[in-house]
């Protein structure tokens, strides 16, 4: 609908604008900004990422296996990493729309390659509401928005675990809720089949992918703040809680070409008060280069795979 469409160039003008801005607000900052470059704490982000895509394609491995498709682990990752390069394109359907193309091309029903997308970015969301449930309340950082939200706003938030433990003593009732969401986009209902070991399996397995993540930024900013690197370490709770949170946020924002504005504006916004501003917008940033530079070279191990 037109509607719809102009919503969307709405808050994609509106993402890329807080970028902007966020920018701007800091650039004086960033010129004057004593660069350092600390290539060990640039390795260790690199393995701690590494470690998170390969955990993350053998649970999306999995999952497909529960539905009837088989693929060698090789396989697993030329498919998941080829698709991500379309996660730049505005929209985030076409990372599921080229891996059921792919899938399909090695004898995997379509229905089987999308339900396990689905059924990853469910998990994936899960694992980063229950980031959200612990890291508020124990830390009770709201970051830029302390001044402007009630304080109590952090500990309510560990009742986002109640959903959360529903969910996971019944796993049907998180199937019905999001078949009962497709049915009012109009779209076929998914044909899964949760258990309660299955979903925890996932679960656990996909915080954990997110806390990799989150160490490969805490790294990355140890590489290069001005800083020394124990003081960034000090602050570690925060900037492992935090990059996942602003990238789970990105991912929702569904219309922005891999959550492009929205990632670096939550970041920013949680981490500003922590480690400064200057530091958290190129922290930011360079953690954008750095992914879509670790996604490329991973892509390009999965071209060689026949």
């Excluded at 090789?74 to 996660?87: G, M, N, P, V, Y």
């Excluded at 302390?146 to 003593?169: D, E, K, N, Q």
């Excluded at 492009?260 to 939550?266: I, P, S, Y």
């Excluded at 922590?274 to 954008?288: D, N, Q, S, V």
């Amino acid at each position: 609908m037109r509607w719809k469409r102009i919503l969307q160039a709405l808050f994609f003008a509106l993402a890329v604008g807080f970028l902007v801005w966020m920018v701007a607000e800091q650039w004086e900052a960033i010129r004057a900004y004593d660069w350092q470059f600390r290539p060990w704490w640039l390795v260790l982000s690199g393995l701690a990422l590494l470690a998170s895509w390969l955990l993350e394609v053998a649970v999306w491995r999995r999952l497909l296996r529960q539905l009837g498709g088989e693929l060698s682990y090789a396989l697993a990752w030329r498919i998941w990493f080829l698709s991500a390069i379309t996660r730049y394109i505005p929209g985030n359907i076409w990372q599921p729309l080229s891996m059921t193309v792919m899938g399909r091309e090695r004898g995997i029903r379509a229905t089987a390659t999308l339900t396990s997308i689905v059924t990853y970015q469910l998990v994936n969301l899960m694992a980063a509401t229950l980031i959200a449930a612990l890291y508020f309340p124990l830390t009770g950082n709201l970051g830029l928005l302390a001044g402007l939200v009630p304080p109590a706003i952090a500990r309510w938030m560990s009742l986002l675990l109640l959903p959360l433990l529903v969910f996971l003593a019944r796993p049907i009732w998180l199937v019905r809720a999001v078949n009962w969401g497709l049915a009012h986009l109009g779209r076929e209902p998914l044909p899964l089949h949760l258990t309660t070991r299955e979903l925890l399996g996932a679960w656990v397995l996909v915080t954990l992918v997110w806390g990799f993540i989150g160490a490969g930024f805490l790294f990355l900013t140890a590489a290069i703040s001005a800083e020394p690197p124990a003081s960034i370490l000090a602050q570690g709770v925060h900037l492992i809680a935090a990059y996942p949170l602003s990238y789970a946020a990105g991912y929702m924002s569904l219309v922005t070409p891999s959550g492009l504005g929205v990632r670096e504006g939550v970041a920013y916004l949680l981490l500003a008060p922590i480690i400064g501003g200057a530091t958290a917008t190129l922290a930011a940033l360079l953690m954008r280069v750095w992914l879509a530079l670790g996604e490329l070279a991973a892509a390009g191990v999965g071209w060689l795979v026949r």
